[in-house]
Every structure is written in C-alpha cells, then in structure tokens.
C-alpha cells in the first residue's frame, strides 16, 4: 500500500486504444485470456455538481477490486500526450477522503463537502506482462461499460503502459498489434467518456485552448505543445464523428489538423526531413478525406431559407440532390476514420511527436536551436508570416480565385500562429486586438469567397446527369450566390487594405538566428 498522503506524482506513459469490431479474438491471440490476471473493477468518480475538477483538468475516483479499495487523482498536464500525473494512495472502503491528497493540486480546487458520485465505470480487465529483452510493457484489456443518469456506453480498450524500456519499445510494440488488430489511438479516458455521458461536453464538437507559453519555453516544448494539442484536437473529433456524423465537428477536426500543418510551418527549422514529409503526407490524406463533407456542408448553410425551396419543385429536387450528396460525402468520411491508414496515421504522428528523429539532432548547433526561448525565435517567425500575407495581398483586386485561396492559406498560418506565440511575443494588448481583429475580418471575407468558388464545383458534381428543371434550380442558386459574392469582394477589398496598414503587435527581432525559412 502507498503512503496515506502521497509526497508526488508518478507519471505514467502509455498509449490508449478503442477496439474495433474483432479486436478482442485477434487480441486472444496475441495474449492468450489463459494467461491473464483477471479482475471485476468498479470505480466512482467524484465531482462537484458544476464539475469543477473536471474543468480544472482532474479527475478523482475510488476504485474496487475484491474488496481491495484505491483512491486516485489523475491530472493531464503540460506533459507529454501519453502522460499522466497520478497520485494514487490505498484507502480502508468505498468512500472518498479527501485528507489523503492535501499536498496535490486537487486541494485548491474543491472542498469536500462540495463532491458527489458524478458516473460509474464498471469493467472487467485482463492484465498481462509483455517483455522482450530489457523491455516490459503492462497490457490491459477492459471491457465493461460506462454509466451515468440510467446511460449506459460500452467500454472496449486496449492500454500499453511502459514499465521498463524506451518510449520508442512502446511505440513498436503498438505498430506490431495494429497490424494483427483494429486499434484507433485515443486520448479520451474513461473519465471522459464518462464525463460526456453525465452531461459536460456531451457531442460538442472539441476546439483547443490557450497554450500555456512563456517567453521562456523551449522551442522544442512549444512545437511539442502545439503539435500534441492538434492532434488531439483530430483525435478527439474524429472519435466524435465515428459515432455521430455533424458538420461543426467535422469543421473542428479540419481545424486540428491545419494547427497542426501550421506546427509544422512554424517550427520547420527543428524538424528531421523524414519525418516532416511524412507528417506533411499524413496531415494532407486526411484533409483530403474530409474535403468533400466539408465543402457541402458550408454550401448547404449558405443556401437561401428553406421555403424557398418547398415552394417549386425544381428547386425541391436540388436541394434533395444536395443532401444526398452531402450524405454520399460523409460515408467517406466515416470509411476513411474506420480505415487501417487512419489508425495509423495518428500512431505515426503521435510517435513522432514524442520520440521523433527530430528530438535527438546529431549536431551541436541543432541541439542548441532546440533549446533557444521563444523569445528570442518567434518574433522573426511573426515577420516571415506577416511579410508573406504582404506579398500574397499584393495588388489584390488583380488576383484571381486561385491566388486568392493562397492569401486565405497563408492568412490562416498567421492567425494560428499568431495566437499561439502571442503570449512570447512581449505583446502589446492594443496592437494585439488591432491586429487580430483586421486578420480576423479579412480571413472572414476570404472564405465567404472561396466558399462562393468552391460551391460552383459543389454544385455540378451534385447535379450531374439530372434532370433540367433541377440545374435550373441550381443556376438560380449559384446566381444568388454571384450577386452576394460581387458584395463581398467589395468588403474584402477594404479588409485587405486595412490589413497590409496593420502595426505589427510583436517586436521586431535584431537578433539572426540563422535558420532556414519556414
């Protein structure tokens, strides 16, 4: 039994898995039920009726196994994406004592008054050792369910805990199962999907936070930061629309994954050319698989009110052609987040995250550059983005449709970049706002159009070898959209001007780091 009051966190490295449909036989297998360690778990997990612990990134629970009772409190946070704090400690029963965890952080966020039982999981795990030379890896299988408010949700994962060896064993060890298993890597706990099922995120489409940076932090940790909260950002929405097919959750993980293309914009100078590309090719393939959703999805919230089209019926049939599109579109997404390459393109990226060639250069000056303050790396970062928006914005009224998406690409790298460095940049809080809103508007008006050229194509892919009463309908529509896009030209003429006036927020760097271009 640990100590009554724990004096640390132990951190725990490992890699979660929701199986798929024929994981468990395949994972017999591999580890055969005969030789597990077999137990009927039973946690509760506590929280205040408002979920405090919960938005404060904890989660708490007394957990049962034959009579044998251990309190918990797990706390995700600047570590890495497979990492942990835990302070876990042996208690005599089922309820909650909130004495044993004065020295953790959880001390400061609730009273003990304030907690009840907030859902249940219930599971029955089978635990095995694996070990291969100096490595030896926990493996767990739980199955069971979920429970809150009379829900109920299934429960079938796969965890790999690294006990003895690198994170490089962990990582091959997970390669080696999925290609025997479905696996889909996760990173929501039980205590999240329990959460969801009690009512605090429910399917909201997940977005991403204000990274914690300093002037201070690395350069290695800020490209760890930014590329682990997109991939969760992906990850997490992508489990979402596994389960419920919803536009805004499909726009949030598109969003991930161009944070995460904007990481590698960033941060280029510190990364391994292998790996860049292939992240590059990953990041791009799953793009193009949500592209065709998205592209309907925005069409059909642009289309005019809906008696509009009730009322003719040529305009009636368009619009049914449109949401079977629509649905035609989303089957491939929901392929292409079912499919073999999927599991492991969030594998790939989260291994190379965490133990990436990137991480270990095998020059001096490399090593150093890792270790540089964003202080003194991101204001020449800030510069290079903004004068590429200056050169792309250049004799705007001239541009055509396909250099106006390129301004929109290179506006969007700004705009993430600039809220995630904002806080290193020694920012001045009126420039600030003054910048962000002119970028803001300007990238507003920069997708209403590309939303009014994408729907061009939309629209003839949809009604191809249909009947002339509904292209009509659809020339009528794509009319009505060439009347507001003239107005929106005009807008976003003004919005780009107001831009290129901008006063930059940051301060300009004198100091040469001597790295590449991103």
């Known amino acids: 039994m640990l100590s009554r009051i724990p004096s640390c966190s132990v951190p725990e490295l490992e890699l979660k898995f929701q199986l798929g449909i024929g994981a468990i036989d395949a994972l017999d297998k591999v580890f055969p039920p005969s030789e597990a360690k077999r137990s009927q778990l039973r946690a509760v997990y506590f929280d205040t009726d408002t979920h405090a612990l919960r938005d404060a990134g904890f989660s708490l629970r007394v957990r049962g196994d034959d009579g044998v009772f251990t309190q918990t409190l797990k706390h995700r946070g600047s570590g890495g994406l497979f990492e942990r704090d ?54 767990t299988v739980d199955t069971g369910a979920v429970s809150a408010n009379e829900r109920l949700e299934p429960v079938a994962e796969l965890e790999l805990e690294l006990l003895a060896g690198t994170p490089g064993d962990l990582f091959a060890l997970a390669r080696q199962l999925l290609t025997t298993a479905p696996l889909t890597l996760s990173f929501a706990s039980k205590a999240e999907r329990g959460y969801r099922l009690a009512g605090h995120d429910s399917l909201i489409a997940l977005g991403f936070g204000e990274a914690a940076l300093g002037p201070n932090t690395s350069v290695r940790e800020a490209f760890q930061t930014m590329a682990r909260d997109s991939l969760t950002q992906i990850a997490g929405n992508g489990a979402l629309l596994r389960r419920s097919r919803s536009p805004a959750v499909l726009h949030q993980m598109r969003i991930g994954l161009r944070r995460f293309r904007t990481a590698l914009v960033i941060f280029k100078p510190i990364l391994d050319s292998a790996g860049l590309r292939a992240a590059r090719e990953d990041v791009r393939w799953l793009a193009g698989e949500l592209a065709a959703a998205r592209d309907i999805d925005v069409f059909l919230e642009n289309l005019g009110p809906p008696q509009e089209f009730e009322e003719r019926a040529g305009r009636a049939a368009f619009l049914q052609a449109m949401r079977l599109a629509q649905t035609e579109a989303h089957d491939q997404v929901t392929l292409a987040l079912g499919s073999r ?49 200056l050169r792309a914005s250049r004799g705007f009224e001239r541009l055509d449709v396909t250099a106006r ?114």
């Open 341 to 389: 390459r999927y599991d492991l393109v969030l594998l790939s990226l989260g291994e190379w995250i965490e133990a990436g060639a990137w991480r270990e250069p095998d020059d001096k000056a490399r090593v150093d550059f890792l270790e540089t303050p964003l202080a003194d790396f991101a204001p020449e970062v800030m510069d290079r983005l903004h004068r590429r928006c």
């Open 86 to 139: 835990e302070w876990e400690t042996g208690v005599p029963g089922p309820d909650l004592d909130l004495d044993l965890f004065a020295a953790s952080p959880a001390g400061s966020v609730v009273s003990q008054t304030a907690l009840e039982a907030a859902f249940t999981v219930s599971v029955e795990r089978r635990l095995h050792i694996w070990s291969h030379d100096d490595v030896r890896i926990q493996v």
């Open 405 to 518: 998406h390129d301004l929109r690409k290179q506006a969007k790298v700004l705009r993430y970049a600039s809220a995630f460095l904002g806080n290193a940049l020694g920012t001045h809080p009126k420039r600030w706002r003054a910048y962000m809103s002119r970028l803001r508007t300007m990238l507003d008006h920069l997708g209403v159009l590309n939303d009014f050229a994408v729907a061009q194509d939309v629209v003839r892919r949809a009604i191809a070898r249909r009947s002339p009463l509904v292209a009509h309908a659809a020339g009528l529509e794509l009319g009505r959209m060439s009347y507001l896009e003239n107005q929106t030209l005009m807008a976003t003429r003004k919005s780009v001007k107001a831009y290129r006036d901008s006063r930059v927020f940051w301060s300009r760097q004198a100091k040469d780091l001597n790295y590449s271009q991103p």
